[in-house]
């Protein structure tokens, strides 16, 4: 379990200390324990965390612990000092944003396919953060350190849809800690192969898969790193981070695929793609989780050529709430489907003769 950051002086400068507690599953050395136990939305990667371990950065109990390697045990409070953010040298880009809300402390943005969120080697230019240094000027949260100002969450290259970054300090502090406790509404929708049907046999064997009222299927599982492919997640069971995800059928497609509305109880990287696969159910358009399946044509006409021939995962954040981290006030956006799925989605209906 982690602890949200803690204010450090009275006008709400960050003192840039966040407090881990180990649990009962933490990995036994301590790179991989923190690494484990803090949350994503904190973006701090088990190699800066060994570079904060190195430089003395991590206490136990008031004294600095310099080992990545340290045995661990449950209970234990790490204190992990972060430097103060940097000025950033990601250059800001005037890149046009469909902005849903914003004030003084957020802004809500539905991200287009394609556009990457915070940079990285790869992507150091285009990216929702140099749009937002743009638009948002020197009102961005300094709390995501320097290539991250505002990133409290985020979402995949291919998937599009509401994000939600913080412009202040005390902004990053309360979404930070709404994430961390599960209490932020995220559904998406997506398109996948076949329907998952609540009564499926099948369905109903399949490790960390259950049924809950009204037919919502949740999937429970651990997720790490793939072993052999490290641009990939794997469902594992001893080792990892616990993701949950509930799905519910929408629309079925005669049975060859379906529109899912996927909510998160947890946010891990590719969680959603990772668990619908794991289901027996991969994303249309998903190279890397969706396997080799195809849309049959006799079956769905116009509507599989489409889907097969689909560019990217049919996946988009539809929903975000949260409350105001300033103000309380809960707030809920939804966004519609981009053109690329609602084609998709239209050609499917027709093929399945839903109308309305």
Known sequence: MAEPYEDGEEDGAVSGVVYVTLGPDAPARLDKALAAAVPEEWALSRSRLMKMIAEGAVYLDGVAVTDAKAKVAEGQVYALHLEPATEVETRPEAIA???VYEDADVIVVNKPVGMVV???????????????LHHCGDTLSGIGGERRP?????????????????KSDRAHHGLAAQFEAHTVTRAYLAVVHGVPNAGDPRLRGTKGVSVETGGVIRIATHLARHKTDRQKQAVVWESGRHAVTRARVLEDYRGAAALVECRLETGRTHQIRVHMAH????????????????????????GAVIGNAFARQALHAATLGFDHPVTGERLEFTAGLPADMAELVQYLRVAAGIRG
Do not use: C, F, M
Request: hydrophobic share 35%; proline share 7%; no cysteine.
């Open 97 to 99: 944003l469909e902005v």
């Open 118 to 132: 915070h940079p990285a080697p790869g992507t150091p230019h285009g990216t929702l953060v140099n749009a937002l």
């Open 150 to 166: 505002g990133i409290v969450h985020r979402i995949d290259k291919d998937t599009s849809g509401l994000i939600v970054a913080a």
């Open 279 to 302: 289901a027996g159910h991969g994303l249309i358009g998903d190279r890397v989780y969706g396997g080799k399946r195809r849309l049959p044509e006799k079956l769905l006409g116009q």
